[in-house]
C-alpha cells in the first residue's frame, strides 16, 4: 500500500514572475471568459427587441476588442521586491555614529 503523502509547502524567496505557461493559461481563459460573454450578447440580441437588442449587440460588437485588450495586457508586475527581508534590528542595531566593532 501508498501511502499518500501531503505536498510540501513551497516558500517563495525570489521575485521572478511566474512561468511564462502559467501567464499564457491566465491570459486564455480570460480571453474565453470574454468570448463565451460575446456569444450570450449575440443569442440575447436575437431574443430581445427594441433598445435591449441595440444594448446587446453593441456588447457583441466591442467585446472583441476589450478581450483582446485585456488578454494581450502581459503579466502584472510587482510594484516591490517579494524577496526575504530581514527585520530591522538584525541589520541595524541603531549605533551608527559609533566607530569600530
Same mark, same amino acid.
Given at each position: 500500500?501508498?501511502?499518500?503523502?501531503?505536498?510540501?509547502?513551497?516558500?517563495?524567496?525570489?521575485?521572478?514572475?511566474?512561468?511564462?505557461?502559467?501567464?499564457?493559461?491566465?491570459?486564455? %481563459?480570460?480571453?474565453?471568459? /470574454?468570448?463565451? @460573454?460575446?456569444?450570450?450578447? #449575440?443569442?440575447?440580441? &436575437?431574443?430581445? !427587441? +427594441? *433598445?435591449? %437588442?441595440?444594448?446587446?449587440? /453593441?456588447?457583441? @460588437?466591442?467585446?472583441?476588442? #476589450?478581450?483582446?485588450? &485585456?488578454?494581450? !495586457? +502581459? *503579466?502584472? %508586475?510587482?510594484?516591490?521586491?517579494?524577496?526575504?527581508?530581514?527585520?530591522?534590528?538584525?541589520?541595524?542595531?541603531?549605533?551608527?555614529?559609533?566607530?569600530?566593532?
Amino acid at each position: 500500500m501508498t501511502r499518500h503523502q501531503r505536498p510540501t509547502e513551497v516558500h517563495t524567496i525570489t521575485s521572478a514572475p511566474a512561468s511564462l505557461d502559467d501567464d499564457l493559461g491566465l491570459r486564455m %481563459r480570460k480571453y474565453l471568459i /470574454s468570448m463565451s @460573454i460575446r456569444t450570450v450578447c #449575440f443569442v440575447l440580441a &436575437v431574443v430581445f !427587441s +427594441g *433598445p435591449l %437588442r441595440w444594448v446587446f449587440l /453593441s456588447g457583441a @460588437i466591442l467585446l472583441p476588442y #476589450f478581450a483582446v485588450v &485585456v488578454a494581450n !495586457s +502581459g *503579466p502584472k %508586475r510587482l510594484s516591490r521586491h517579494a524577496g526575504f527581508e530581514p527585520e530591522r534590528g538584525a541589520i541595524d542595531d541603531g549605533n551608527r555614529d559609533r566607530l569600530g566593532p
